[in-house]
């Protein structure tokens, strides 16, 4: 469904191609002191209403991805499906379903999503430990063929006809993170250090180092770069296509989430987690990462309170791709999933889900 709405904002880093409607208001979110401002232009297309057809109700958006024409797939994992809708949010086509067969997906395990050159759509079944491939044809989504893979995975990006994956830490206890594979999953090449607890984090952890190496990944196609931002800590990483580190950057202002060790009952021993920053009553997670393939990484976090009602709020940090500097930070509506020529592409877990679609204007 396309709407023409008037917008809440962000992104000046960006050079637009906004629509003509000069009269849709350009508002700035949330300016944070000393950083520089941004703006998202007008809203130009919004999918997912409720009281619609199926076919634009979501339950649970997982992942982006927008292909050369601008046709946006959309991956919804309570359904176990993807969506495909035009530029103006016109539904395509649909593929997926609950299943272990070729083409189908588990519920739950959806995970995210990455085009290549050819214009072939990858679907990470974190699951079904595979990746799918699909094709659009002028009928259909089509199922091509899938990637059996050979540990278990936890996200995955693209650049050209190359597939990296990020390994789940939980189960891959040792080795490297980021993993490169074939067509048919088999691994090609492996690189990115774990993390290890240090200092007081080493008190509580141990030896246990999955929640130092849970993440996001994004490829950016013009750069060659494979990017890696940390799901509970301040740190995102960059690394050419070929493995070499290229840079490791911390995410400033940000709320860390604690952890503590359960004493006494049933969990004795266990690791408590997620429990918010003393100073501040927040703490932060990633949501999303992306590039634009325009010298820039989006690093989108959500802002976590519990007390004295849960509220959540979105923010995204956009920092240089060749060294990680942090450039601009604008609180947002949603989850900023990924950033094409001159358009912004978000989704909104909450009330209902539903992807939001910006022009990207310079102020």
């Not at 797939?73 to 949010?89: S, W």
């Not at 990483?237 to 995410?251: H, Y």
């Not at 604690?258 to 009952?265: A, H, L």
Request: aromatic share 8%; charged share 25%.
């Amino acid at each position: 469904m396309r709407a023409v709405l008037a917008a809440s904002t962000l992104i000046a880093v960006l050079a637009g191609c906004g629509p003509s409607d000069s009269s849709a208001a350009d508002a700035v979110i949330g300016d944070s002191a000393g950083v520089a401002a941004v703006a998202f232009g007008p809203v130009e297309t919004v999918i997912g209403v409720l009281d619609q057809p199926a076919s634009e109700v979501f339950g649970a958006i997982r992942d982006i991805a927008v292909d050369a024409n601008g046709n946006i797939y959309i991956l919804d994992d309570h359904a176990a499906n993807v969506r495909v809708f035009d530029p103006k949010g016109d539904l395509l086509a649909v593929a997926g379903r609950e299943g272990e067969g070729p083409g189908e997906f588990r519920t739950g395990g959806i995970r995210s999503a990455g085009i290549d050159a050819g214009g072939r759509l990858h679907i990470l079944d974190v699951d079904n430990l595979r990746i799918s491939t699909f094709e659009l044809t002028d009928t259909a989504l089509v199922f091509r063929e899938s990637a059996e893979l050979e540990f278990p995975p936890m996200d995955l990006c693209v650049i050209g006809d190359r597939r990296f994956v990020l390994v789940n830490p939980a189960q891959v206890t040792s080795g490297a993170l980021i993993r490169e594979v074939d067509g048919q999953g088999h691994v090609l090449n492996a690189f990115g250090e774990r993390e290890k607890p240090q200092g007081e984090l080493r008190g509580i952890l141990g030896e246990r180092d999955d929640f130092l190496n849970y993440g996001r990944l994004a490829c950016d196609a013009t750069t060659g770069t494979v990017v890696l931002l940390n799901d509970m800590f301040p740190l995102v990483r960059a690394f050419s296509a070929d493995g070499e580190p290229l840079w490791r950057q911390p995410i400033p202002d940000y709320h860390q989430q604690r952890f503590e060790v359960v004493r006494g009952g049933r969990m004795d021993g266990a690791i408590k987690y997620g429990i918010p920053d003393p100073a501040s009553g927040t703490s932060h997670g990633a949501m999303a990462v992306s590039t634009d393939g325009a010298g820039h990484v989006f690093a989108s976090l959500m802002e976590f309170r519990d007390e004295p009602v849960v509220e959540k709020r979105y923010e995204v940090r956009v920092l240089d791709v060749r060294t990680g500097e942090q450039v601009a930070r604008k609180w947002t509506e949603g989850v900023v999933a990924k950033v094409r020529a001159g358009w912004i592409y978000t989704y909104e877990p909450e009330p209902f889900p539903r992807v939001v679609i910006y022009a990207a204007r310079p102020e």
